[in-house]
């Protein structure tokens, strides 16, 4: 099976790039996406899948990549046919949208270590999630840079879900996959509305990229010490065993929360925002992330 995806329409008539906030709160909410709270957040339901589905995560096996990956039921490949005809299937849905997201910006806030990103969503409240999770071109935590270069694309279309018939043409048995290419430097989202997809497919780019630039790459929150630099500390642990709540310490300052690089130069964020579970938060338990959850 050979497929050639067609070209993704990102005409200037039908997308909407780089948002603010306030303009991506209001078309979200215009399209039903989801509504506001009490406190003024943006509230968006992922449907039946509210964390990753690392099962349904695939990654492109080709000859260029294949001896640099640990293969096994963590990364499981996907041949380059059935990966152009996930990108098919991906790129054919979101042209028949009416209306495109996109968001430019980085992921790495050190910028000799750093990859630029594009997301293109149909819902803004994506756009939003990546816009606050990554570093925006222009923003203070990209130091001004305006100097976007375009290494990697995240297409999501998390309301395709794939059919019985797409399912068994590609071998699958689930109508959600997540499908990333190292040597095209891009990921496809098909099935599921759950953001977190969406920066934990550029973490497994930036695990691949950086350490070839000498940079260990960490899943873990960072805090440092409010008048020594030297006093960094790392809170490693999978996810909601609490690096998010450990960083949060009111008498240090944050580095971030989730995803962190280790240089000659020191430790840095890959990301601009916070990625802090909701459930059972509390302003007693939590008061920095009960106090930073609203618009």
Same mark, same amino acid.
């Given at each position: 099976?050979?497929?050639? =995806?067609? %070209?993704?329409?990102?005409?200037?008539? &039908? /997308?909407?790039?780089?948002? $603010?906030?306030?303009? +991506?709160?209001?078309?979200?909410?215009?399209?039903?996406?989801?509504?506001?709270?009490?406190?003024?957040?943006?509230?968006?339901?992922?449907?039946?899948?509210?964390?990753?589905?690392?099962?349904?995560?695939?990654?492109?096996?080709?000859?260029?990549?294949?001896?640099?990956?640990?293969?096994?039921?963590?990364?499981?490949?996907?041949?380059?046919?059935?990966?152009?005809?996930?990108?098919?299937?991906?790129?054919?849905?979101?042209?028949?949208?009416?209306?495109?997201?996109?968001?430019?910006?980085?992921?790495? =806030?050190? %910028?000799?270590?750093?990859?630029?990103? &594009? /997301?293109?969503?149909?819902? $803004?409240?994506?756009? +939003?999630?990546?816009?606050?999770?990554?570093?925006?071109?222009?923003?203070?935590?990209?130091?001004?840079?305006?100097?976007?270069?375009?290494?990697?694309?995240?297409?999501?279309?998390?309301?395709?879900?794939?059919?019985?018939?797409?399912?068994?043409?590609?071998?699958?048995?689930?109508?959600?996959?997540?499908?990333?290419?190292?040597?095209?430097?891009?990921?496809?989202?098909?099935?599921?509305?759950?953001?977190?997809?969406?920066?934990?497919?550029?973490?497994?780019?930036?695990?691949?990229?950086?350490?070839?630039?000498?940079?260990?790459?960490?899943?873990?929150?960072?805090?440092?010490?409010?008048?020594?630099?030297?006093?960094?500390?790392?809170?490693?642990?999978?996810?909601?065993?609490?690096?998010?709540?450990?960083?949060?310490?009111?008498?240090?300052?944050?580095?971030?929360?989730?995803?962190?690089?280790?240089?000659?130069?020191?430790?840095?964020?890959?990301?601009?925002?916070?990625?802090?579970?909701?459930?059972?938060?509390?302003?007693?338990?939590?008061?920095?992330?009960?106090?930073?959850?609203?618009?």
């Amino acid at each position: 099976m050979t497929t050639t =995806a067609p %070209a993704l329409d990102l005409s200037p008539n &039908r /997308v909407s790039s780089n948002l $603010a906030p306030a303009a +991506l709160i209001e078309e979200a909410i215009a399209n039903g996406e989801g509504r506001l709270a009490s406190n003024g957040a943006l509230v968006c339901m992922t449907g039946d899948r509210t964390g990753r589905s690392p099962k349904d995560k695939v990654l492109e096996d080709t000859d260029r990549v294949h001896d640099k990956i640990w293969w096994g039921p963590v990364n499981r490949p996907i041949t380059p046919d059935h990966f152009e005809r996930v990108h098919q299937i991906a790129v054919e849905h979101l042209n028949r949208r009416p209306r495109l997201y996109t968001f430019d910006g980085f992921c790495g =806030a050190d %910028a000799t270590h750093r990859l630029g990103v &594009r /997301v293109v969503t149909e819902q $803004a409240w994506h756009c +939003l999630f990546a816009q606050t999770l990554f570093i925006p071109q222009g923003s203070a935590a990209a130091a001004g840079s305006t100097d976007w270069s375009h290494d990697w694309t995240v297409i999501n279309a998390g309301r395709r879900r794939l059919t019985p018939e797409e399912q068994a043409e590609l071998g699958v048995s689930s109508p959600i996959m997540i499908a990333q290419s190292l040597e095209k430097k891009t990921v496809v989202i098909l099935g599921t509305e759950y953001a977190g997809e969406i920066k934990k497919s550029i973490f497994f780019a930036m695990n691949y990229d950086m350490p070839e630039q000498g940079v260990f790459p960490m899943h873990c929150s960072s805090n440092v010490a409010n008048h020594d630099d030297g006093n960094v500390a790392l809170f490693f642990g999978l996810s909601g065993t609490g690096k998010t709540t450990l960083s949060a310490d009111p008498t240090r300052a944050l580095i971030g929360d989730d995803e962190h690089g280790w240089s000659d130069r020191g430790v840095f964020n890959f990301e601009g925002g916070c990625y802090a579970k909701c459930i059972r938060l509390s302003e007693e338990g939590e008061p920095q992330i009960w106090n930073a959850i609203r618009f």
